[in-house]
């Protein structure tokens, strides 16, 4: 292939035309068209919810007695529940202050604690001298 020949074709194709800015009334047209499309889409969306939760409610009714069975057809064995479950676990902090709190015992929350109490205590209230006492 002859490099010319193609780079002539290249060339003569023509070129993509230069697209105006909107105009603030096509531009309103627009937003208004997407607004609109934001309906049909929120409609659609609840439509496609409801129809899940018929779908769901229908599968309850007939298939849900199969959670009741293991992969092989048996009858599984349903766990008593416990009697006492404590609200709050002894692994997992509850709280965003555990959460902190629980961290504060390694290398990096000692130097955090140090360099905390460094930076207070300059900002800390202090009884005047007796110089800049009111008189």
Same mark, same amino acid.
């Given at each position: 292939?002859?490099?010319?020949?193609?780079?002539?074709?290249?060339?003569?194709? &023509?070129?993509?035309?230069?697209?105006?800015? &909107?105009?603030?009334?096509? +531009? =309103?047209? $627009? %937003?208004a068209? !997407? %607004? $609109?499309? %934001? #309906?049909?889409?929120?409609? /659609? +969306?609840?439509e496609?919810? @409801?129809?899940?939760?018929?779908r769901? $409610?229908? +599968?309850c009714?007939?298939w849900?007695?199969?959670?009741?069975?293991?992969?092989?057809?048996?009858?599984?064995?349903?766990?008593?529940?416990?009697?006492? #479950?404590?609200?709050?676990?002894? $692994?997992? &902090? *509850?709280?965003? *202050? %555990?959460?902190?709190?629980?961290? !504060?015992?390694?290398?990096?929350?000692?130097?955090? /604690?140090?360099?905390?109490?460094?930076f207070?205590?300059?900002?800390k209230?202090r009884? !005047? =001298?007796? @110089? !800049?006492?009111?008189?």
């Amino acid at each position: 292939m002859n490099l010319n020949a193609h780079h002539k074709q290249s060339s003569t194709q &023509p070129r993509k035309p230069v697209v105006a800015q &909107p105009a603030p009334q096509a +531009w =309103e047209n $627009k %937003q208004a068209a !997407l %607004q $609109k499309d %934001q #309906v049909q889409q929120d409609k /659609i +969306w609840r439509e496609s919810v @409801e129809a899940e939760q018929r779908r769901k $409610k229908i +599968w309850c009714q007939n298939w849900s007695f199969l959670s009741d069975y293991d992969q092989l057809g048996r009858k599984k064995e349903q766990k008593p529940l416990p009697k006492y #479950v404590p609200v709050f676990s002894s $692994k997992i &902090p *509850n709280s965003t *202050n %555990q959460t902190i709190g629980s961290h !504060l015992n390694t290398e990096l929350g000692r130097a955090l /604690i140090n360099m905390d109490y460094f930076f207070t205590t300059g900002a800390k209230k202090r009884k !005047l =001298e007796v @110089e !800049l006492q009111p008189s």
